[in-house]
T-cell receptor
Framework: AQSVTQPDIHITVSEGASLELRCNYS??????LFWYVQSPGQGLQLLLKYFSGDTLVQGIKGFEAEFKRSQSSFNLRKPSVHWSDAAEYFCAASGTYKYIFGTGTRLKVLA | GAVVSQHPSRVICKSGTSVKIECRSLDFQATTMFWYRQFPKQSLMLMATSNEGSKATYEQGVEKDKFLINHASLTLSTLTVTSAHPEDSSFYIC??????????????FGPGTRLTVL
């Protein structure tokens, strides 16, 4: 069955520290991959997406993600976290027309 | 570009009443719109997929008579929660897929509607 796994439910980092949020997918073929961020009570904001080509994808707000086919992963990274990055992060995959979302990772940033 | 709006952003209603939520694609035509439900601290759950001019396709376990979806034009889809009860209280998010984004399956999300049923 198709699935997206975000192994970390909660992550806490200090402001200025680096960040990596994990995302693994299970699909018959390489899906389209997305990372979204959601602040409390808000909708989803697209951080970045991968369709094909360069496996290192640059997004907004200083985020990047690397697609690794061999590991079925699409991990999100940021070299230096800001307090405003505290939010819920969702990884999503799409092979047909539907999205499959991961369960989300809640990021807490310590001052 | 690719902006999706939802109205209202928040709604409070009494148990037994019906509530309509609108989802509009503001600057593109959306052949397909999706409705999601999100419980607190949980991920998005797809409720239904609607295609312009045809009946919506509901996910397993979603009551189609409870959650009426209409996609009458290429820019508007509505979700009506009929005879709402407190357990219907949730955050409802719509998304739209444009003709241009169709090949990459990209969806554009609305800001969500918080429904509270008293």
């Amino acid at each position: 069955a198709q699935s997206v796994t975000q192994p970390d439910i909660h992550i806490t980092v200090s402001e200025g520290a680096s960040l990596e949020l994990r995302c693994n997918y299970s699909y018959g073929a390489t899906p389209y991959l997305f990372w979204y961020v959601q602040s409390p009570g808000q909708g989803l904001q697209l951080l970045l997406k991968y369709f094909s080509g360069d496996t290192l994808v640059q997004g907004i707000k200083g985020f990047e993600a690397e697609f690794k086919r061999s590991q079925s992963s699409f991990n999100l990274r940021k070299p230096s976290v800001h307090w405003s990055d505290a939010a819920e992060y969702f990884c999503a995959a799409s092979g047909t027309y539907k999205y499959i979302f991961g369960t989300g990772t809640r990021l807490k940033v310590l001052a | 570009g690719a902006v999706v709006s939802q109205h209202p952003s928040r709604v409070i209603c009494k148990s037994g009443t019906s509530v309509k939520i609108e989802c509009r694609s503001l600057d593109f035509q959306a052949t397909t719109m999706f409705w999601y439900r999100q419980f607190p601290k949980q991920s998005l759950m797809l409720m239904a997929t609607s295609n312009e001019g045809s009946k919506a396709t509901y996910e397993q376990g979603v009551e189609k008579d409870k959650f009426l979806i209409n996609h009458a034009s290429l820019t508007l889809s509505t979700l009506t929660v009929t005879s709402a009860h407190p357990e219907d209280s949730s955050f409802y998010i719509c998304s739209a897929r444009s003709l241009l984004g169709a090949q990459n399956n990209e969806q554009f999300f609305g800001p969500g509607t918080r429904l509270t049923v008293l």
